[in-house]
């Protein structure tokens, strides 16, 4: 069971899409979340970074007929926060719905 | 919590959304269940191959260069690479495997006897295209399983 704690760094909208893209994926390609999300390079960049530099994603180029390609992949502790996050939302809702009956 | 209810529905649903895409994107075509299909019932052809004359390591590099081909083209198609190791907690994906282990064993078992009591003859295109059906349509169940699995958490 995982216990709910709110992460301003997953919080983010775009984050948060990207770690509920990866939580099912072993990696995704850096254009497919790129479109998915429907951000910039440079955008999705400077979240990717923002959630690396917390531990979250692991991100690995490797080159591929002579192109640098990116992958991305959610770490063990980016898994957990997100899973953590996700219940804490959901916590939330439930005391929303607890608090206004009817 | 730094969120009202307003906000934190929003973004359980954006969640969820995100969710069901990914399971989208990471849920194999058709192509990839019919070319498994096909690549898994090269294995009783190639039992069938060596009773009859002699063992044919052609059919197994075949065999392993369709394998690593259908991967390496669906990880090209669709950018991603899905997770699989939280699916065997479903016993109904343990088992869809087990099936699919009993039927090319059972296929090559099958395809050794008649091969060592009639030789190679025209026999073995329908257990092959039988083995393919059978292999295509457990693929398509385990990958319509993961889908479901990935998009409903």
Not at chain 1, 42 to 71: I, N, P
Not at chain 2, 40 to 52: D, K, L, S
């Amino acid at each position: 069971m995982t216990s709910p704690v709110f992460d301003e760094i997953i919080h983010n909208p775009v984050r948060l899409r990207a770690c509920a893209m990866l939580a099912g994926l072993a990696h995704a390609a850096f254009p497919v979340l790129r479109d998915e999300l429907g951000v910039s390079d440079s955008v999705l960049s400077k979240h990717l970074a923002t959630l690396e530099s917390a531990g979250y994603v692991k991100l690995t180029k490797a080159t591929s007929d002579r192109r640098l390609r990116t992958s991305v992949a959610l770490t063990r502790k980016g898994r957990d926060a997100y899973a953590a996050h996700v219940a804490a939302l959901r916590l939330i809702v439930a005391g929303e719905a607890t608090a206004s009956p009817g | 919590m730094e969120t009202d209810p307003v906000d934190a529905q929003s973004s359980l649903d954006a969640v969820a959304s995100a969710e069901r895409r990914s399971a989208e994107i990471a849920t194999p075509p058709l192509w990839f269940d019919l070319w498994f299909g096909v690549t898994c019932a090269v294995i009783p052809v190639e039992a069938a191959i060596g009773t009859a004359i002699a063992a044919a390591p052609i059919l197994v590099v075949v065999e392993c260069l369709s394998f690593g081909l259908l991967l390496g083209t669906y990880r090209r198609v669709t950018g991603v690479w899905p997770r699989q190791l939280f699916m065997f907690t479903h016993l109904r994906f343990v088992l869809l495997l087990i099936a699919l282990v009993v039927l090319l064993v059972g296929a090559a078992a099958a395809n050794t006897q008649l091969a060592w009591s009639y030789g190679l003859g025209w026999w073995l295109v329908p257990v092959a295209v039988v083995t393919a059906v059978l292999a295509t349509l457990l693929s398509r169940t385990g990958n319509a399983m993961y889908a479901h699995v990935l998009g409903a958490r």
